[in-house]
Each structure stands twice: as C-alpha cells, then as structure tokens.
Antibody
Framework: EVQLVESGGGLVQPGGSLRLSCAAS????????MSWVRQAPGKGLEWVSV???????YYADSVKGRFTISRDNSKNTLYLQMNSLRAEDTAVYYC???????????????WGQGTMVTVSS | SSELTQDPAVSVALGQTVRITCQGD??????ASWYQQKPGQAPVLVIY???NRPSGIPDRFSGSSSGNTASLTITGAQAEDEADYYC???????????FGTGTKVTVL
C-alpha cells in the first residue's frame, strides 16, 4: 500500500527547533518530488518546501533560511528541519508525494495524515 | 509570487450541481489540481490535469479550464461532498507551487 506517515510534531517555544519525519511505503521517496504543505488552524493550505528527485530543494519565502528539507534514501524517509520557529509556524504539517502526468499536468496524489506543530511559550 | 483566488463559500441543494472556480495567472501555463478536505482529515486529490479523476473518485466530480480560470464541478452533489476544496498549480514566478484560497461547499 502506498502510504506516508508523519511524526515529530509537538509543542516548542519560539526560537526553538523541531524535526519532522515522513516515512514512505509502497514507493521510493528519492524517485519522486516530495513536498511539505502546512495548514494553520482554521486557515488554508500553504506549500512549504519541495525536494526534487534530482536533489534540488526549494522553499516558500516564509520559511526560507529557517527550514531545511532532506531525505534519507536508506530509510525511505523525508524530513523537515525547522529552526528559529515562530508563532506563525503553528500548523498541521503534511508531507505529500507529487506525480507528473504530462508537461503541464501534475498533482499531489498521496498525502500523509499530518503532524501538529505548536509554537508557543 | 502568483496567487490563486477562490470564492470563500458556496452552497448547493442536495442532488444539484455546483461549480467552484479558481483564478490565477499560473493557470495559463499549468493545469490546476483539486483537493477535497473534510474536517480533521488530510486533503484528497479529486481532479488533475485537463479532467482526470484518481481511482475511487466518483464521476460526479469533473474539471475544466479556460484562460486563467480552472473550475471544479460537482454534478448531483451528495451530503458527503460537503467539505473544503482547494485548487493548486505550479507557479511560473516566485514559489514553485501555489494553493488556492479554498472554497467551503455546503450541501443543503
């Protein structure tokens, strides 16, 4: 079964750090484009970061310089290292697998269940 | 970076048809994908590309696109279709991806 399972969320003080994990099964993380998407309480979806199959990484302006996306091919797991956390980073964080169907058609076809990150003193 | 704009909320009578729209410059270059999200659950892909449904998505869901606007149509809405719906596309400027602002669909 194709599945993503996130872990690592929790309560952290402003300025603190947290590392999220996303364990994949049924497919190979390193062969796919993998993203982190977050959703603040009562708000919409916000794309956070992506790592391409070739290893290139990109970040939303709101997290650039503070968050780092990576993967461990031996564990088939995606990570998000979050540093210098702020109250506005409070959200449910989802990992998502992307599939490209054609040159102009793609989608996040598999999502994890999400992990809650709360930044508060 | 680009934005994708959706109406905040729409309502539809049980069994009737509702169309949700998504507007943004990036849609001139890329197809939108559409996601259904129910309270406390992860988003689920319902439409991708020109008008494609993943396995398991009912055929009452359909998509279309014209210019800078993508649409998701639910034909014969059911009670279980009550949810938030988000569009998403690649972004041709700024961030690689952008999500729409979301539309809450209420089935009356």
């Amino acid at each position: 079964e194709v599945q993503l399972v996130e872990s690592g969320g929790g309560l952290v003080q402003p300025g603190g750090s947290l590392r999220l994990s996303c364990a994949a099964s049924g497919f190979t993380v390193s062969s796919n484009y993998m993203s982190w998407v977050r959703q603040a309480p009562g708000k919409g979806l916000e794309w956070v970061s992506v790592i391409y199959s070739g290893g290139s990484t990109y970040y939303a302006d709101s997290v650039k310089g503070r968050f780092t996306i990576s993967r461990d091919n031996s564990k088939n797991t995606l990570y998000l290292q979050m540093n210098s956390l702020r109250a506005e980073d409070t959200a449910v964080y989802y990992c998502a697998k992307e599939t490209w169907y054609s040159g102009s058609s793609r989608a996040f076809d598999i999502w994890g269940q999400g992990t809650m990150v709360t930044v508060s003193s | 970076s680009s934005e994708l704009t959706q109406d905040p909320a729409v309502s539809v009578a049980l069994g009737q048809t509702v169309r949700i729209t998504c507007q943004g410059d990036s849609l001139r270059s890329y197809y939108a994908s559409w996601y259904q999200q129910k309270p406390g659950q992860a988003p689920v892909l319902v439409i991708y590309g020109k008008n494609n449904r993943p396995s398991g998505i009912p055929d009452r869901f359909s998509g279309s696109s014209s210019g800078n606007t993508a649409s998701l149509t639910i034909t014969g809405a059911q009670a279980e279709d009550e949810a938030d719906y988000y569009c998403n596309s690649r972004d041709s400027s700024g961030n690689p991806y952008v999500f729409g602002t979301g539309t809450k669909v209420t089935v009356l």
